[in-house]
């Protein structure tokens, strides 16, 4: 059983979305084997904001990065989800 840290940028739909929210929900959407280790928000420009945020992913399931952008893509407000970084830990 491995671990990989990964980072991710979520894009919200505007400038009118609650990012604060959002990091709130990000522990009940995601997929097992998945834990939330940090966030930050970050602004990208002309004032909008993004979340970044750092997982720890158990990667016995070959699946679960799928699934983990899946469950992110998936919340409302959020417009764009990218993996930035990913290190096995």
Known sequence: MGQIV???DLMPESTD???EA???SLPSVLPAGVKLLETKIA???FGLMKINAGFLIDDS????GGKLESALQSIAGIE???CVSQTVY
């Open 43 to 45: 602004p990208v420009a």
């Open 22 to 24: 959002i990091i709130k």
């Open 6 to 8: 990964a980072g991710y």
């Open 80 to 82: 764009g989800v990218e």
């Open 61 to 64: 399931d070959e699946t679960v």
């Open 17 to 19: 979305i609650d990012l």
